[in-house]
């Protein structure tokens, strides 16, 4: 049987390998695909991420790769032999590690990962950028940060809800956003301050959704993957 598949990648946010493993499986079986992060990754290896996907699930690997171009892109090598749909990287690393990472993922032809720029985390805010020595506003350190990440060759960003219709404007449709910050209807919001349905994010302009504890943290994650996939599909 085929299963439909979903523009929605479900974020794994657990060290435990045996609880990832369940909530992958969930995703796979409603047709969508895994966001595997850090949290995971330290904890679980390139082995972990064989053990939890199921063959052909769409994979996100989000590792938030920021380092000297080199290592960036040997790290990009060795990410690239786990097969992922996407991997982020941050665009705060500068146009020759960015370049340099465009590049390793390129040596891996039809089947390259494509990379999302990360710009400005979502944690931080004008103080914090100021702290830095960045200043203006977020939004506008969003924007050149995108517009770097662009043009050295990245294939996508990773986005606010907010900022899917300014940054589809600006880079057209051949760029792919990546959505966190989703609540289907009547969710909590949580920690996220500005939410969007995934109905909304895809009409906004959207390619692919994360979506974490409306999923994971659910009394009955099977029956919430349900009810997201059928939001969509209406
Ligand atoms: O639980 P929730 O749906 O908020 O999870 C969203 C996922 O997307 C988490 O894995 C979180 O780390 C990630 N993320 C985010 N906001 C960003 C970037 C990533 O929520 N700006």
Do not use: Y
């Not at 990648?9 to 657990?14: G, K, L, N, R, W």
């Not at 705060?92 to 990962?113: I, K, N, S, T």
């Not at 302009?205 to 994650?221: H, K, S, Y």
Request: glycine fraction near 8%; proline fraction near 8%; charged fraction near 20%.
């Amino acid at each position: 049987m085929t299963r439909r598949r979903h523009p929605v990648f479900c974020a794994i946010d657990t060290p435990d390998l045996a609880n990832a493993k369940a909530l992958a499986d969930i995703a796979a079986a409603a047709g969508f695909g895994i966001k595997l992060g850090k949290e995971f990754f330290a904890a679980n290896g390139p082995q972990g991420v064989r053990d939890v996907r199921e063959p052909g699930t769409p994979l996100f690997l989000d590792v938030k790769f920021h380092d000297i171009p080199n290592t960036v892109a040997g790290a990009i090598r060795s990410a690239a032999v786990l097969a992922p749909t996407f991997i982020t990287i941050h665009a705060a690393g500068g146009p020759a590690m960015l370049r340099a990472a465009a590049a390793a993922a390129a040596e891996f032809g039809q089947v390259r990962p494509k990379l999302l720029g990360v710009t400005v985390l979502t944690s931080l805010d004008a103080g914090d950028l100021a702290a830095t020595g960045v200043t203006g506003s977020v939004e506008q350190q969003v924007l050149r940060l995108a517009r770097l990440a662009v043009d050295c060759g990245l294939d996508g960003l990773i986005c606010a809800p907010q900022e899917i219709m300014p940054l589809r404007a600006a880079f057209g449709p051949k760029v792919q956003l990546v959505v966190p910050g989703i609540r289907p209807a009547g969710s909590k919001a949580d920690d996220q301050k500005r939410v969007m349905t995934p109905r909304e994010a895809l009409e906004a302009g959207a390619d692919w959704l994360v979506i974490g504890r409306p999923i994971n943290a659910a009394p009955d994650p099977a029956k919430a993957v349900a009810a997201i996939a059928a939001e969509i599909a209406a």
